[in-house]
């Protein structure tokens, strides 16, 4: 009986196939664990965004905020682009490529511990010990988490949704609840910076090392991961800056409570971005192993309809909020018009599939041209309308940002990639 069940669904799955243009068993079967997946991940957000909304001052939080965002920051100065690389190189075959990733990612992590140790006696300088002990924690335990979550990108290039999914729940599920049960007993930023990283990294490393025991990946090795992984660092050093420059730009220019509020408003909108976003880690393996023509047969008609179901999610979300904030978040009740006025941004989530796109056929001149022009915009804007027009000056310049983003996005796919392709 089941069986014929599932049969039964699997030949609807491939009646749709005619009209989406898609492998929708693929699709199926593995958007389904990385929705689980995702889903669990949210919960353990919500969960703990609850608990900081009801038992930890706005001031505290906001600072929390700041010190995590510095640490992501400091990060795109070590070998950030290992993970897509690994997930390309291990999607044709390299397993290999994850040990030597690993090694590569301790040895590059260095210039980050150095620069955080730099910005950490700065502060002690500056007479803000709070935040120079902050940093300091950050330049012992921080260099350690990209190493220790590289099994993830393995995972992602083999196809192992399951997996990679289930030991996603857990490298946030264990953070979460370390943090829940510090906050009962201090209120401190310093100690949930602590958590947050020792959390991430010994999770990470428990499940690193169950990864590599079940796979027992083979000894190849891509031999152009260390060039690979250079030249998506290099374009991640801008992106990654420009994804956290606006919470030090509210921090520093409106104060700690003023950005525990703007948290509070973009972290759900985040949190359901991060669920589409598993569009993008389906696509990767699939954009990898084909050429560009084939790929572009359907692209924009998926794309098209990818929109639509944003747009569907977005509309939901306007609706919900303001119940959603009086239930869970009453401290934060400030943050809900501007919580509605940024899911607008989640409409144009769809450019990740472009993205995705150039990443996977290692677009490197379209890639670099993305990379430097976006974060450099993104920031100018930012900067330019927080100042003018406060917090929503900041949440309109998110936005701003994400259509100029897919609209270049479009623009290089269309008329470098496919064009080029369409000239051999």
């Known amino acids: ?90 999607a044709r075959g390299f397993e290999g490529t994850y040990l030597r990733s690993f090694k590569l990612s301790l040895v590059w992590s260095l210039p980050m511990a150095l620069l955080a140790l730099g910005t950490s006696l700065y502060y002690f300088w500056a007479g803000n010990g709070e935040l120079g002990f902050g940093l300091l924690i950050i330049a012992v335990f921080g260099p350690l988490m990209q ?78 991961l260390t060039r690979v992984g250079f030249h998506f660092s290099v374009m991640n050093v801008l992106n990654t800056i420009a994804q956290q420059v606006d919470k030090l730009i509210v921090y520093h220019y409106l104060g700690a409570q003023q950005l525990a509020v703007y948290t509070f408003a973009t972290a759900l909108p985040e949190q359901i971005k991060g669920l589409f976003n598993n569009v993008a880690s389906l696509a990767f393996p699939k954009f990898s192993n084909r050429s560009v023509t084939e790929i572009q047969a359907n692209f924009w008609g998926r794309m098209g ?32 018009f501007y919580s509605q006025i940024f899911a607008l941004s989640l409409i144009v989530v769809s450019n990740t599939v472009p993205l995705t796109l150039l990443q996977a056929q290692a677009a490197k001149k379209e890639l670099y041209i993305f990379n430097i022009a976006s974060p450099l915009l993104q920031i100018l804007i930012l900067i330019t309308l927080t100042i003018s027009y406060g917090l929503i000056g900041t949440i309109i ?11 270049l996005l479009v623009i290089l796919v269309e008329y470098s990639v496919f064009s080029s392709k369409k000239l051999k």
Not at 31 to 46: D, N, P, R, T
Not at 320 to 326: L, R, T, V
Not at 397 to 407: D, F, H, M, P, S
């Open 305 to 336: 309809l990818y929109t639509v179901a944003l747009v569907a999610v977005t509309v939901f979300y306007i609706l919900i909020a303001p119940f959603f904030f009086h239930l869970f978040f009453p401290a934060y009740d400030d943050a809900i």
């Open 397 to 407: 310049a998110r936005i701003l940002t994400r259509i100029i983003n897919t609209i």
């Open 1 to 90: 009986m089941y069986n014929r069940i599932v049969e039964t669904f699997e030949r609807f799955l491939r009646f749709t196939e005619r009209y989406t243009k898609t492998d929708m068993v693929y699709l199926f079967r593995n958007s389904w664990w990385l929705a689980v997946g995702q889903v669990g991940v949210a919960l353990s957000a919500l969960l703990l965004s609850i608990a900081f909304a009801h038992f930890v001052p706005k001031e505290v939080y906001g600072t929390y905020r700041y010190l995590l965002s510095i640490f992501w920051i400091l990060t795109a100065f070590g070998f950030t682009g290992l993970p897509t690389a690994v997930v390309q190189a291990v």
């Open 147 to 224: 190493p220790a979550l590289l099994f993830a990108a393995f995972l992602e290039g083999k196809k192992d949704f399951m997996r990679y999914s289930l030991y996603g729940i857990g490298t946030n599920a264990v953070p979460a609840l370390l943090s829940l049960g510090a906050m009962f007993y201090f209120k401190n930023p310093l100690v949930f910076v602590a958590t947050y990283l020792l959390g991430n990294v010994v999770t990470g490393l428990f499940f690193g090392f169950l990864t590599y025991r079940t796979y027992r990946p083979n000894s190849e090795v891509n031999p152009d």
